[in-house]
């Protein structure tokens, strides 16, 4: 069974930046989709942005679009999301996960697998 360990979160003031990093355990994973996830307290899981192995093609949800970077490294099997201009808004448990098919996807039903989360607070 594939497992994904998330890393990288932390604190950040406002206007910051962070980088996230998805390291998965095989490299059957290079076969599906890869995505980012964020829960914030009392709110549902939210899509953040999804790239596929094989092309590096990328979707993005609207609230991060310019602002974070979905990227992937291919020889390292690891994921990554460069968040840049954070705000307030953005504080979540942000969770990997590995998609059940090759193409990205904003639903968190066509995604199999997942980390246990890194905490991303935002605050001054």
């Known amino acids: 069974q594939v497992q994904l360990v998330e890393s990288g979160g932390g604190l950040v003031q406002p206007g910051g930046s962070l980088t996230l990093s998805c390291a998965a355990s095989?490299?059957?994973?290079?076969?599906?989709?890869m995505g980012w996830f964020r829960q914030a307290p009392g709110k549902e899981r939210e899509f953040v942005a999804a790239?596929?192995?094989?092309?590096?093609?990328?979707r993005y949800a609207d609230s991060v679009k310019g602002r974070f970077t979905i990227s992937r490294n291919n020889a390292k099997l690891t994921v990554y999301l460069q968040m840049s201009s954070l705000e307030p808004e953005d504080t979540a448990v942000y969770y990997c996960?590995?998609?059940?098919?090759?193409?990205?996807?904003?639903?968190?039903?066509?995604?199999?697998?997942w980390g246990q989360g890194t905490q991303v607070t935002v605050s001054s």
């Open positions: 790239i596929t192995w094989s092309t590096g093609t990328t």
């Open positions: 095989e490299r059957t994973v290079s076969a599906y989709a």
């Open positions: 996960a590995r998609g059940t098919y090759s193409y990205t996807s904003s639903l968190a039903n066509n995604y199999s697998y």
